[in-house]
T-cell receptor, first 117, second 112 residues
Framework: GAVVSQHPSWVICKSGTSVKIECRSL??????MFWYRQFPKQSLMLMAT?????????EQGVEKDKFLINHASLTLSTLTVTSAHPEDSSFYIC?????????????FGEGSRLTVL | GQQLNQSPQSMFIQEGEDVSMNCTSS?????WLWYKQDPGEGPVLLIA?????ELTSNGRLTAQFGITRKDSFLNISASIPSDVGIYFC????????????FGTGTRLTIIP
């Protein structure tokens, strides 16, 4: 099956630093990837849609200058949390759809847990 | 953003029991998906439903796409310890809009 991998799986950083999270589709190409945020005991909330070769589309209330998304190739999207603060601590999960697929199935990464001190 | 309402919020059952959970929405979705999430991991797709009324099985799991396209059900038969986790439904409006809206989740715990 399609595999999506995230790196790092967990990261601890000081307040004010920037953190980059990578999302890779290992065995398929993905023209579109999605970034979600999940707080403890809550559901997944979509942050943005990452499109290969173009700007990301952000959901209402998500700061595009705070959460920088780059989708430079068909197998890699990155999320950079800039000037991270404790309230940005969360579980960040990416997902990808198989390029050319007309189904709604999305494959998810393992998630990246960010803790900002 | 919009969320789908799942019930129950949590379940405590004994091994071997059957499980039923549902997901409802105030608006129509044209694709329904069911995912399972283990602690500290991303969701894993269990079943995908594409047609109203569709009933699909995956081993001990059976899911149905409601006729009104505003709900879906997931049943797990003869539960086993590895069924423990959080189950999320997710809806997709249409193939041209790939964004998924997730349900609030159902946490399944199996009592020894």
């Amino acid at each position: 099956g399609a595999v999506v991998s995230q790196h790092p799986s967990w990261v601890i950083c000081k307040s004010g630093t920037s953190v980059k999270i990578e999302c890779r589709s290992l065995d398929f190409q993905a023209t579109t990837m999605f970034w979600y945020r999940q707080f403890p005991k809550q559901s997944l909330m979509l942050m943005a849609t990452s499109n290969e070769g173009s700007k990301a589309t952000y959901e209402q209330g998500v700061e595009k200058d705070k959460f920088l998304i780059n989708h430079a190739s068909l197998t890699l999207s990155t999320l950079t949390v800039t000037s991270a603060h404790p309230e940005d601590s969360s579980f960040y999960i990416c997902s990808a759809r198989l390029a050319g697929s007309n189904t709604g199935e999305l494959f998810f990464g393992e998630g990246s847990r960010l803790t900002v001190l | 953003g919009q969320q789908l309402n799942q019930s129950p919020q949590s379940m405590f059952i004994q091994e071997g029991e059957d499980v039923s959970m549902n997901c409802t929405s105030s608006s129509i979705f044209n694709t329904w998906l069911w995912y399972k999430q283990d602690p500290g991991e991303g969701p894993v797709l269990l079943i995908a439903l594409y047609k109203a009324g569709e009933l699909t099985s995956n081993g001990r799991l059976t899911a149905q796409f409601g006729i009104t396209r505003k709900d879906s059900f997931l049943n797990i038969s003869a539960s086993i310890p590895s069924d423990v986790g959080i189950y999320f439904c997710a809806g997709q409006k249409d193939f041209g809009n790939e964004k998924l809206t997730f349900g609030t989740g159902t946490r399944l715990t199996i009592i020894p």
